[in-house]
């Protein structure tokens, strides 16, 4: 296991976001999906755009049936 004899910093940043992806900056949608969004989550009261992806996720996921 390198990491272990890696610099403190490399340990530190190894354990971050397990269990979660992140959204890349090359991913693109249109501006009208994002405004969307914002809509959303300023109707919501949500902190920021992921709390609003994972509760539109969720309730969509919800709405097919798949998730309860």
């Known amino acids: 296991m390198d990491w272990m004899n890696a610099p403190t910093k490399v340990k530190v940043e190894a354990g971050r976001n397990i269990g979660g992806i992140k959204v890349r900056h ?16 300023s109707a919501k009261g949500f902190k920021d755009a992921n709390e609003t992806m994972f509760y539109c996720v969720m309730e969509c996921a919800k709405d097919l049936g798949i998730e309860s």
């Not at 090359?26 to 989550?41: H, K, V, Y």
């Open 26 to 41: 090359w991913i693109s949608n249109p501006i009208s999906f994002w405004a969307l969004l914002e809509q959303i989550r």
